[in-house]
């Protein structure tokens, strides 16, 4: 917590550093300026900007009034994580000379410097310049798996490594024979990195732990806190819980189980029921497991105290997971980028996540299949979220859920090599040839939102024209 002792010893500091920041700001301060501030000193490792004070020692408090009220305050710092898609904390000391504003800027994630308008920025004495090309290979460079590779259980015996881990189902996923020895064993998992040897035994790692652990919190509380958590709602809120589930098993271990069992715990998808007169579950099991897989894989490690979370609602069911994404919730369809990509390529080999890609596509051509609104997915200050909805009918749609949905489909079928054309939407909300004028107006709505463009190799007509994601 900053207080006026901390903001005093600041004041007497000889001078700025890389990570602190004096401004003036007696009116205002710009906007632009905050955002390039904000991502130069994450770049740096962190650290605070304070408006508010002269820049020069002897330095003194003049009293800022930027960004003064309570509603200017929030819409600056959700602007920030709009655009630089972190958050800052901010602090208002009340100093006898005057208000002084801070704002803290937490440090990069590892391995991924900070742009903002194309330009990585850092701090060159009183001036913001583009990152030096040595000082971003260097970061580039940096171990961005440094979290698995710490230990969850050092000195372990032998007979510790068999004990905790799920060795078997290891050995099953990759459908290779169990060795005949335990030190067969061992080898094995000392060259996928899961475990070290050392002078006291052998050190297991959280890879292997949230991997292949048989009970997450027999090795820490921080790694039990890993777990994913499973709540079914009564309605349509928080309201009521009717069950709450929390994991206990590695993530490779319990990863069936979790998606049948939240499969199974879907209310049936009544109106396809009625057509093939079978029972289906209201969410496609093939989404939940790729959407599942997902928000384990892409989570922030380093957020501690929060885990995957899946909540079911009578009408939809979100999935979230800490941290927020690298790449524009639009892109998710067709492009993939991981922050933990040693996690990821052992899920593939596992088979329990996409060899190639997200598994986003699959996600959205279930919910056409399935009759379903179009998956949203979200991103909020800390978690990014992806949510399933229950079947409704195309007239009690949002606009906004037909222009996702127009959007969406017109990126499978760029992915098919196809166009999106009038007939291919329509099919796609199953609406009969009476309704080309309505989806008409979702494909204008969803070219107004800069979303789709038209493909001016083909038809320019209303009726015959096809489409394209606006990206490609």
């Known amino acids: 917590m900053i207080t006026l002792e901390i903001l005093n010893q600041w004041l007497l500091a000889p001078a700025e550093t890389e990570q602190l920041e004096f401004k003036e700001a007696k009116q205002q301060f710009d906007t632009t300026r905050l955002l390039r501030y904000c991502v130069a000193l994450a770049n740096e490792g962190g650290g605070h900007l304070v408006l508010g004070v002269t820049n020069n020692p002897p330095r003194q408090v ?36 005057g208000r002084v504003l801070i704002f803290e800027v937490p440090p990069r994630p590892m391995g991924q410097p900070i742009a903002f308008d194309g330009a990585y920025l850092m701090r060159a004495g009183e001036d913001l310049v583009p990152m030096t090309p040595d000082l971003l290979k260097r970061i ?33 996923l990759l459908d290779i024979p169990y060795p005949t020895t335990r030190d067969a064993v061992l080898n094995r998992l000392q060259s996928e990195g899961f475990i070290v040897q050392s002078t006291g035994g052998w050190t297991i790692t959280n890879l292997a732990a949230v991997l292949l652990a ?12 890993k777990a994913p958590r499973f709540v079914i709602y009564e309605g349509i809120n928080k309201l009521q819980t009717r069950d709450e589930i929390v994991g206990h098993r590695g993530y ?55 885990s995957v979370m899946i909540e079911m609602y009578s009408d939809r069911i979100e999935i979230s997971n800490p941290g927020i994404p690298p790449i524009q919730v639009e892109r998710f369809i067709d492009e ?7 996690l990821a390529d052992i899920m593939r080999r596992f088979g329990i996540c996409e ?5 986003i596509d699959k996600v959205i051509t279930a919910a056409e299949v399935f009759q379903l609104p179009a998956p949203d997915f979200r991103v909020g200050e800390i978690r990014t979220t992806a ?8 007239a009690d ?76």
């Open 252 to 306: 490779a271990v319990g990863f069936e189980g979790l998606v049948e069992f939240v499969h199974t715990s879907a209310p049936q998808n009544r109106f396809i029921e009625e057509v093939v007169r079978e029972e289906v579950k209201m969410f496609p099991k093939q989404a939940l497991r790729e959407l599942i897989a997902n928000a384990l894989i892409h989570q922030d490690f380093s957020a501690t105290g929060s």
């Open 355 to 359: 060899e190639k890609g997200s598994g």
């Open 62 to 97: 003049v009293s800022s009034q930027a960004f003064s009220s309570q509603s200017a305050l929030n819409s600056i710092k959700a602007l920030i994580v709009q655009k630089l898609r972190f958050r800052v904390e901010t602090t208002e000391l009340v100093h006898p000379d």
């Open 336 to 342: 993939y980028r991981s922050r933990n990509e040693q």
């Open 214 to 225: 048989k009970k997450l919190d027999a090795f820490s509380p921080a790694l039990a806190r």
């Open 140 to 172: 580039f460079a940096e171990d961005q798996q440094d979290w698995f590779s710490q230990a969850a259980c050092a000195d372990a015996s032998p007979d510790d490594v068999i004990a905790l881990l799920d060795t078997q189902t290891y050995f099953d």
């Open 397 to 472: 749609m949002g606009k906004l859920d037909k222009i996702r949905a127009c959007y969406q489909h017109c990126v499978l079928m760029y992915l098919s090599n196809q166009r999106m054309s009038n007939q291919t939407l329509r099919e796609r909300f199953r609406l009969n040839e009476t309704k080309n004028a309505l989806v008409s107006q979702v494909i204008g709505a969803t070219k107004d939102a800069g979303l789709i463009k038209l493909d001016d190799t083909g038809s320019t007509s209303t009726r015959y024209a096809r489409y394209l994601p606006y990206w490609a």
């Open 387 to 394: 949510v399933l909805f229950a079947y409704q009918d195309f």
